[in-house]
């Protein structure tokens, strides 16, 4: 049967090419939206799992509640369970930036903790920060490419300092002694700078942003969350799960929003084949009354049309993933260069956009199905 | 006649349609057997039922009365989900028309009869060939229908219909749209096919062909008028 479904098709080059077109489109959204979400749901895996085994601990506020004194990492770190325990300062490298999303980031950690917070990442050039360095700077791989920076290369941080009613930017080069590999984590877009020099450029005393807090390795993290909740005063906590949980909810939001507009758009060319369908089987009213008079059962009719219809959106999905990816692969060598990438096609999402593809043309060839295997035979080879 | 079952009894066949709020009585209470190996030809004017008999017959429509046996088996009587087995089976249809599909080439017109009785693909395709090589249509088999004159598309069809080895063919106004050399040569390949044991009922308001039939049904206002055996 299945070569009498490419037959019909071929039969009708240009209506079959235009439904196609029309499917790919879709799925072609499909790619690019469900690409970006799924870059996104990489990078924050990637990066949970670099951090995965420390609790974050922050001021009661949150990030722009109050600030959280370096004084807490002590007292964190004198808790039961709690193997190690290090200040975590960070603000956008370009002041004007809220640098939220792909934005690049000053990061400042002691020199001596490096090694707990980035684990296994290697450096392609270059070393870490040791304690001493000053004003020098181990970079995120996407900094160093956006910048164009090698070791031995200089960066211009720029501060913002509130001074009364205005602000006074301050700038001043560090020298870059490492560049990370690419890890797909926030660390890409990091510029690390040694805890003390970052708080003094920026002026903040003795503040971090949030404590990273290494339980002991029997230790169970979220029991030792909320114990550091209860010992020490004005803070709160995210152990991992809950980190894993909140950035999880609010990414499937944005895949949610994403998604759902790439759906509308194929669903738009799902329609589109269930107006070929059943034109095509409108057409074909006496070919079906015929089969039927040969012996066709139900079922037959039923493969013939609903097959054409699944072949139709297979073969959108496949172009619709093909010039997905042409495009995504594009953006993403531009935005290579400039420093971000934003992104990924996984199998997953192939699987997903073939799927729903096919499934689309299935569902949408149904109804035009159903009308043409539901024929009485005679009225069928009546029709002119 | 002899003691042996007839391949197809008809009793007491009603249909009545509903035009709007007015019934039409399309045949009435019409009777007859068919024996095995019979070329018979139902004759009559325009809308005296002959091809609503045929449709009956043929199990693409359900009488309002009566039966319809063929080989002992109440076809008018099967569920929904069985007539397409018994049409497979038992009837070969030949239309006016000719019904092929047009994308397909005359091989692949009669090879499709078999894929709906699931015969497999090297065996469906020496069946086609045979059959087409038996109507003279050997050298046209890749040929689509409308590279066929109406007379070898006919001649398609036949072979179409025979491909299921069914009990009985059906052939309705089958010389409707050819010229009257071709339809001498369809005739006389349907009489062929009688004798050689093929059971043909052909419903027709030409003359020429059903004087070649052995038996004559003439229908009038949705009755049998008169039915006449030539020896």
């Known amino acids: ?89 960070q603000a956008p490298l370009d002041p004007e930036s809220l640098g939220f999303f792909g934005g690049d980031m000053v990061i400042g950690l002691p020199p001596d903790k490096l090694g707990s917070a980035l684990r296994d990442t290697k450096l392609t050039r270059g070393r870490l920060l040791v304690s001493g360095d000053g004003y020098r700077t181990v970079l995120g791989s996407n900094v160093a490419r956006e910048f164009d920076l090698d070791a031995g290369d200089e960066i211009e941080i720029k501060s913002k300092r509130a001074l009364r009613a205005t602000s006074i930017t301050h700038s001043r080069n560090f020298t870059v002694v490492g560049i990370m590999e690419y890890t797909g984590s926030f660390f890409d877009n990091g510029v690390i700078i040694p805890l003390d020099t970052a708080q003094k450029f920026y002026d903040r005393g003795d503040t971090v ?14 029991d030792l969350a909320k114990r550091i909740e209860l010992s020490v005063e004005r803070v ?54 015929l089969m039927k008079a040969l012996g066709a059962e139900t079922r037959d009719i039923l493969f013939m049309t609903m097959g054409e219809a699944a072949l139709i959106g297979m073969l959108g999905g496949i172009f619709g993933i093909i010039g997905g990816s042409a495009l995504v692969f594009y953006l993403n060598s531009y935005l290579e260069s400039q420093g971000t990438v934003l992104f990924a096609i996984t199998p997953r999402l192939i699987v997903i956009a073939i799927a729903f593809a096919t499934l689309l043309g299935i569902l949408s060839g149904t109804y035009p199905a159903y009308r043409a295997a539901k024929m009485s035979p005679m009225e069928a080879l009546r029709y002119e | 006649m002899n003691d042996i079952e007839p391949v197809l009894q008809v009793r007491n066949l009603s249909k009545t349609y509903m035009q709007g709020k007015i019934p039409v009585h399309a045949l009435n209470d019409v009777s ?26 043929g199990l693409l429509d359900k009488p309002t009365s009566g039966s319809v046996f063929i080989e002992g088996v109440e076809i008018t009587k099967v569920k929904e989900s069985d007539a397409p087995r018994l049409r497979r089976e038992k009837i070969g249809f030949v239309f006016q028309h000719f019904n092929l599909i047009p994308t397909l080439t005359a091989l692949e017109n009669v090879d499709i ?108 206002d949705g009755g049998t008028a008169s039915d006449t055996i030539s020896h």
Not at chain 2, 33 to 56: A, N, W
């Open chain 2, 32 to 57: 007859f057997d068919v024996e095995k190996g019979e070329f018979m030809s139902i004759i009559g004017p325009s809308g005296s039922g002959k091809s609503t008999l045929l449709s009956m017959i």
């Open chain 1, 1 to 89: 049967m299945f070569d009498l479904i490419l037959r019909n098709l071929t039969q009708r080059k240009l209506r079959t090419g235009l439904t196609i077109f029309g499917i790919a489109l879709g799925i072609f959204a499909v790619i690019v939206m469900g690409g970006m979400s799924e870059h996104f749901n990489l990078t924050f895996d990637r990066s949970i799992s670099l951090t995965a085994d420390k609790i974050r601990v922050l001021p009661e506020g949150g990030f722009f509640g109050s600030t959280l004194n370096e004084s807490k990492v002590r007292e964190v770190r004198r808790i039961p369970g709690v193997s190690d325990a290090y200040g975590f300062f």
């Open chain 2, 113 to 220: 009869a078999m894929r709906f009785a699931r015969v497999p693909k090297n065996e469906r395709k020496k069946i086609a060939l045979e059959l087409l090589t038996q109507i003279g249509m050997r050298d046209r088999v890749n040929h689509k229908p409308s590279e066929l004159s109406g007379g070898e598309q006919q001649r398609v069809a036949i072979a179409r219909a025979l491909a299921n080895r069914p009990v009985i063919i059906l052939a309705d106004e089958p010389t409707g749209e050819v010229d009257t050399k071709t339809r001498d040569m369809i005739v006389d390949l349907l009489k062929g096919l009688s004798e050689e044991g093929h059971t043909i009922l052909v419903v027709t308001h030409d003359t020429a062909i059903s004087q070649k039939t052995r038996r004559i049904i003439t229908m009038r």
């Open chain 1, 209 to 222: 942003s949030l404590i990273l807090a290494v339980p002991d390795p029997d230790t169970d993290p979220e």
């Open chain 1, 236 to 289: 709160i906590t995210f152990s991992p799960s809950q980190l894993r949980k909140q950035i999880e909810q609010s990414l499937i939001i944005f895949s949610l929003i994403t998604i759902s507009a790439a759906v509308l758009a194929a669903i738009i060319g799902g329609l589109s084949v269930m107006n070929t369908m059943l034109m095509s089987v409108s057409e074909r009213t006496k070919e079906f009354g």
